[in-house]
């Protein structure tokens, strides 16, 4: 389901970076201002080993979406503690509709994990969640998709707990 387009989408809003002007719009389109004043698009194409679109500003490489993080949800775009989740897991998704800032804690309960292993001394499938650095066993399961499910719900109850603080 593709939604609605409003003109506020389209709006470009003007920006500085390190001495850089820019102006982006929530659909996630961005450009920079050149030394003549002119406006040149930055193609948002895949350009770094990870799959993202980076943007270099007086040498410094910047993600584009932390770029618009910056201009839509006041980020700090050089803040390594703060991270951004694409909702739709597409890096090149830059609208503001599918970023969500994270921090290093949070950001892994929405990857996606397989959350157990498999003990061959017991012959089961051991879940394990971390959470704050601190990695917790849950009860053995004798099949994978138990051990999964097991894993899901800690990970959906972390979650709810994180979000409702």
Not at 16 to 31: F, M, P, S, V, Y
Not at 121 to 139: D, F
Request: net charge positive; glycine share 4%.
């Amino acid at each position: 389901m593709i939604p609605e387009r409003t003109e506020t989408d389209h709006e470009w809003i003007e920006f500085k970076i390190l001495e850089t002007t820019l102006k982006a719009n929530r659909l996630g389109d961005l450009q920079r201002q050149m030394k003549s004043n002119r406006w040149k698009t930055i193609e948002n194409k895949p350009n770094h080993s990870q799959g993202y679109n980076v943007v270099l500003i007086n040498k410094k490489q910047v993600i584009r979406g932390k770029i618009l993080a910056y201009a839509f949800l006041g980020i700090d775009p050089f803040d390594k503690s703060m991270l951004v989740f694409y909702k739709d897991d597409n890096r090149l998704n830059s609208s503001i509709e599918n970023l969500d800032p994270q921090t290093r804690q949070t950001i892994n309960f929405y990857r996606n994990s397989k959350g157990y292993y498999y003990d061959k001394w017991n012959k089961k499938y051991v879940p394990l969640i971390t959470h704050n650095g601190e990695s917790k066993k849950l009860t053995p399961c004798d099949n994978a998709e138990d051990a999964h499910h097991l894993y899901m719900k800690e990970k959906n109850r972390i979650i709810t707990t994180i979000q409702k603080s």
